[in-house]
């Protein structure tokens, strides 16, 4: 008997069609997993099936009732999402009841009471910690079932929809969950698993449907099929005969050599870089590409290893240094680290390279015009004039504006963290035009951090995989999307070093 | 705040004009200005005295001169509360060095100064190295500061300055008092730095993403001990300017210092979040103020309202430029 059911759900955004004509069912007692890549239509359909979202077709019932007819059916589906999202000052206790309305507590708050009302909650789930613990000392493990126990609290639930919820999870911890997860599936409860980790859904899993480019393009018992059907059908339709924009004038002198980096989310990191290659990372999100960039790069700390930059040892932790010696990071998050939202685009450009416009009485701005000019040209940069604020430009625009803000500044090593993140197709193909011209002109080594395969092996002279912080194997541009994939989702027990050529 | 949208204006020159205005926040406190001293001259027949004139230039000459070097700070997000008792000290101890010490005053003066931009330079190393906020540091700093000066004057005024020095807080050059060439010159130079000096822009960098200044490659913290020591600079000024105009260096000096600069900015169009106005805008706010309590006096207010109004007043005018924005937005969403 379906418990919680979608039929023909379409969501449109502006430009995009997130999810296009999904149908999908879940069972009481069953632990339906769901996969596929970032952008596939997977946090949207959680948004739709959790009522965040109102679909623009399609129906959506739950236990046999519409929720057109009755939203409150919403309740019923309990939802976990993947970050912590608990608040830290306050007891474990009034974490788990929070609305304290909902849990049937009025008037004045008793902490002795709350923290007996948590004690069975937290035995159902085999947790230890005392309910009167402050939720910012508890381990990030704790915090992870602590999610999972307020979503249950009320037993009012029918459907669990856990969100990633390994990410911050050791093995012995997974293990943990899973038997609680085995649990409420022997309770009759409908389970929706959704993770980038393959080996643990075939290992909890008891049926899954994948997602690619907003459809649902299979749906399978696990026992039938095996991890390969699973790469292949995520990764949808082989590349398209697409352009592509690796780099054709590598040099043989390396650029960037990195020898047993070691920092706070990556391990024992070596690679190296040669002028004029573009080298992509691939990886998932958290697999501890943009720490080890933000760390060589000084912005975050270096425990042990070494680090040559152009053949001469590096200083660690001083961005001014890097940039100076011509190492530019670009990063992911641009409105929180990259533009500088209330001044204009000359300024945001030039604030690089203002040594190269001084006039006798400090920075001249006809110069800086000048160079800005020329900057906006090159790089294609379409803002209504150089006065107008960043802040109102296109996100591909604003992307543009960084690049250009570190070619002025005339770079040895640039590294684009997520570059196309947020950003339409035909930009997209312009940065990456743009990244191989910036390369094969000047002899500038790229590294390429992306999530999007298809970016990855599209741009790349080589790939490297990381997995949890490591390396877990380097390819050439003519490797296939499935190998990389087995690679990023750490399936390959033998890790591969990187081979210093 | 969202507008993306660049829908056409229908062409209305005084609508342009408004919105000009309002999206110029140092020519809508200029205006205000304007307005109040038509006001002031219209109302009050001592308002254009040369003597009320007088009073009123060498009082924007001290708030004007802590206001302009506070604008630097607040453009950063950050603000220093120690100002006043930073002047105090640094006028208690150049006393002292003239009177006791028997120094020669311009050199008992400059030790002031150095002094003063010492005790800025401690504010910004704590709050850099330890990661302080920069309100609950300079709130204890400024303890500290006043609690030191108590000690060392026991709490009574240092008598006895030379004469020699009075001409620089009580004399006036061509009928303008003497504190308003400095405050002029503490203005162009605070002006030049934050326009045209690369510094300066780092400063706008700062306020305005400091995490994007990191991986830009500024030296986000020095140029912060930077800042703070400059304020301790100016304020030294101010005090031993102060110190000049009194005849006595006493521990009642720039009490007020701290609200006044940064209401001041605040008026001026400078955000508290930082990144956003000018140092002029803090010259501006500081005129305001100052003509503010100067215009209570002259139109007699009672003695007793004379706080209470001139803090309406301030309140009113802090609260304009975000009153024509909220007017602004809702006509827009119409």
Redesign the interface.
Known sequence: MTILEAKGITKRFPGVCALNSVDIAFEPGEVHCIVGENGAGKSTLIKCLTGVYTADEGQISIAQKSVEDDPLLFNRVAYVPQEIDLFSYMTVAENLFMPFDRAGIDGTISQKKLCEKAVPVLQRLGMTIKPDMLVRDIPVSQQQLLQIARATAFEDYDVLMLDEPTTSLTVKDTEHLFSIIEKLKSEGKAIIFISHKLDEVFRIGDCVSVFCNGEKVAYSRLADVDVSWVVVKMTGRSINEKEVFYSDNVSNDVLLKVNHLTGDLFSDVSFTLHKGEILGFAGLVGAGRSELMQAI?G?LPVYQGSVEFGKKPWKYGN??Y???SGMF?L?EERR????????SVR?NI???T??QV?GN???SVPKERNLVKTAIDTYEIKAASMEQKIK?LSGGNQQKTIIG?SMIANPKLLIFDEPTKGIDVKTKTDIYRLMKRIAEEHGIGIILISSEMDEILRCSNRVIAMYNGRIAGEFSSSASKEEIMHSIFGLEENVEVAANE | MN??NTTAVKSNPIGTLFKSITKNSVMLSGIVLVLMIIVATVFSPYFLTIFNLQSLLRDIAFIGMVAVAQSLLLLIGELDLSVGKIATLSGVLCGLMMTVGKINPFISMLCGLLVGTFFGFVNGILITKLNLNSMVATIGMQSVYAGITLVITKGKAITGIPSQIFFLGKGSLFTIPVPFYFFVIVLAAIL?FAL???T???V??IG??R?????????VNSIRVLLYSIVGLVSALAGILYVARLGTAQAAIGNNWPMNSIAACVIGGILLTG??GSPLGAMIGASIICLISNVIVLFGVNVYWQEAVSGIVVVLAIALPSAMTILQSKKRQK
């Open positions: 790069f912005y961005t001014h890097a940039v100076e990071y990063p929180s680290q990259g533009i500088l939202p209330e001044l300024s030039s604030v690089n203002l040594n001084m009485a400090g920075v109102f803000r | 507008n993306t030049w045209r000096s690369k300066g822009r780092y706008y960098a305005n993403n995490e994007a200044s990191k991986i830009i490659g500024i030296k990144g956003v």
